[in-house]
């Protein structure tokens, strides 16, 4: 029986194998939505000298989210397999906005990763992040010339290149908590790849080693080090990060199992908890949404994890299956030191709770890294269909 390989038929194939996954895109803006709320809820009487506007902060990341899913639909249509022979430019252009906060930045807690354009703050690495998903994935995938995957010493030493420059670009903003993001996810993306375990290993050993050289040293400071000390030793007072740890247990704890109602939590209103729109939101919605509020939060979060681990196994093709590995290793670690720093067995690093947390830069980025994941589970059988008429006219 003869098979019909016409372009009108193959195309026709095309158009019924684009599908969408809503329940991963209704997750992600169930949680941008609910994040919009809890925003305006700990921001309500806490608001920037000279600014009246009680929605300041939901109004900004408003826009944000609203130009987070104009770049979503945007990105829709690219498909992601020819971005694939680009990943040097990404590469380079994702080194550079991580670079640029060392020559236009501005220094908040220590921290140089804010670029203030006026109108707006960015943080350039919550960008980069994406970037280095991609330019890595590139490097792992099948390289022109190779009969099938192999990912050796070559594809690991320059991947590992590509990592060293992003975190060690953020490490130099001073930007621990994000660094340990990108390097926590190429991780994931080697453990994946397809390497040699050995490589995964060897890589973890000397990163361990590096830690406790730069404790020794004196590279990592002061400040990072009672981070990690607050939690080993709750009772331990040191200074804000103390305060801010105990402040946000409090918070949690007087939540109870249904919450003291939202828009009513006394240690949000009356500003106890510094950055509880940032770094510690988590302790509002557990303030004010109780037990309840905080397993539905984590069970959304699970399914978004979920859906792009799934996207993941089910692409036709290595760079898209990591593509959305990578999107789900970012989500997984910032959440579990997110919620891990405010109950107080993480160290607080400063990293935002994904679609959660006020920080347009950072919904910007995830609903770019959303758009590429839709986009590899739309394409996901295309490719079967052309390599089965490909090989019936060799």
Not at 189 to 210: K, P
Not at 244 to 261: C, P
Not at 266 to 292: A, C, M, W
């Amino acid at each position: 029986m003869m098979i019909d390989y016409s372009p009108k038929v193959i195309q026709e194939e095309n158009k019924r194998h684009l599908r969408f996954d809503f329940i991963l895109f209704f997750a992600v803006m169930a949680l941008s939505g609910f994040g919009l709320l809890i925003i305006y809820s700990a921001t309500r009487f806490s608001l920037p000298g000279g600014v009246t506007d009680p929605a300041f902060f939901l109004k900004r990341q408003a826009y944000a989210f609203a130009g987070g899913i104009f770049l979503f639909v945007i990105l829709l249509f690219v498909d992601y397999k020819k971005i694939k022979r680009w990943w040097i430019l990404i590469f380079v252009s994702g080194a550079a906005l991580a670079f640029s906060p060392l020559v236009f930045g501005y220094e908040v807690h220590y921290t140089r990763s804010w670029i203030d354009l006026g109108f707006t703050t960015v943080q350039p690495s919550e960008i980069a992040k994406i970037f280095m998903v991609v330019s890595v994935s590139a490097i792992f995938s099948k390289w022109k010339g190779e009969k099938e995957n192999q990912v050796g010493f070559k594809k690991v030493a320059l991947s590992l290149a590509v990592a060293v420059v992003f975190t060690g670009l953020v490490l130099l903003q001073s930007d621990f908590g994000t660094s340990l993001v990108f390097f926590i996810t190429y991780l994931g993306l080697l453990f994946i790849s397809g390497a040699n375990l050995l490589y995964f290993l060897g890589i973890l050993g000397a990163s361990t080693g590096l830690v406790f050289l730069g404790i020794r040293t004196g590279i990592i400071m002061e400040y990072q080090l009672d981070r990690i000390l607050v939690v080993l030793r709750p009772d331990m007072q040191t200074g804000d990060i103390g305060y801010n740890l105990n402040q946000s247990m409090l918070a949690i704890g007087s939540g109870g199992v249904w919450g003291q109602g939202l828009f009513l939590g006394r240690q949000t209103n009356l500003n106890y908890v510094p950055e509880h729109q940032t770094d510690f939101i988590f302790s509002v919605i557990g303030e004010e949404l109780g037990f309840i509020g905080c397993f539905v939060v984590i069970l959304v979060l699970g399914v978004v994890i979920w859906r792009c681990f799934s996207i993941s196994y089910q692409a036709t093709d290595h760079f898209g299956s990591l593509i959305a590995a990578g999107l789900a290793f970012i989500i997984l670690t910032q959440m579990l030191i997110n919620i891990g720093m405010t109950i107080g067995i993480m160290p607080i690093i400063g990293i935002p709770l994904p679609f959660l947390s006020y920080g347009g830069t950072s919904l910007l980025a995830l609903l770019m890294g959303l758009a590429l994941v839709e986009n590899v589970y739309m394409r996901r059988e295309l490719r079967p269909y052309r390599q089965i008429a490909y090989e019936e006219f060799e």
